[in-house]
């Protein structure tokens, strides 16, 4: 069974930087698809970034447009970890992180457990 386990979240000022990490368990593949979705209160989950598995040697790097060219995403395959580099915080930003995982392309999302970011002005 597959388990997606987060750490990185915390308070930060506007402006400031966090670095989410998410460390997969029980799968043997890479994935099709991993990655990140926020959710704000009271909304759906929505996609942040993901990496998306297009051959054994190709990945594309998938960016809502709000967080473009502020976040980066950037996976270690050996230790099937998956890492959310945020910089340039806004407090708009500030919502509950889930790293999300789709072994093949037909798979439904794993989720993680969540973690808080909440960005102060």
């Known amino acids: 069974q597959v388990q997606l386990v987060e750490s990185g979240g915390g308070l930060v000022q506007a402006g400031g930087s966090l670095r989410l990490s998410c460390a997969a368990s029980?799968?043997?593949?890479?994935?099709?698809?991993l990655g990140w979705h926020r959710q704000f209160p009271g909304k759906a989950r929505e996609k942040v970034a993901r990496?998306?598995?297009?051959?054994?040697?190709?990945?594309?790097?998938d960016y809502d447009h709000s967080v473009k060219g502020r976040f980066t995403i950037s996976r270690d395959k050996p230790k099937n970890t998956v890492y959310l580099q945020m910089n340039s915080l806004k407090p708009e930003d500030t919502a509950v992180y889930y790293c999300a995982l789709r072994e093949y392309y037909y798979s439904a999302h794993t989720w993680g457990q969540g973690t808080q970011v909440t960005v102060s002005s």
């Open positions: 029980g799968t043997s593949v890479i994935p099709y698809e």
């Open positions: 990496i998306l598995r297009l051959d054994t040697s190709t990945d594309y790097l």
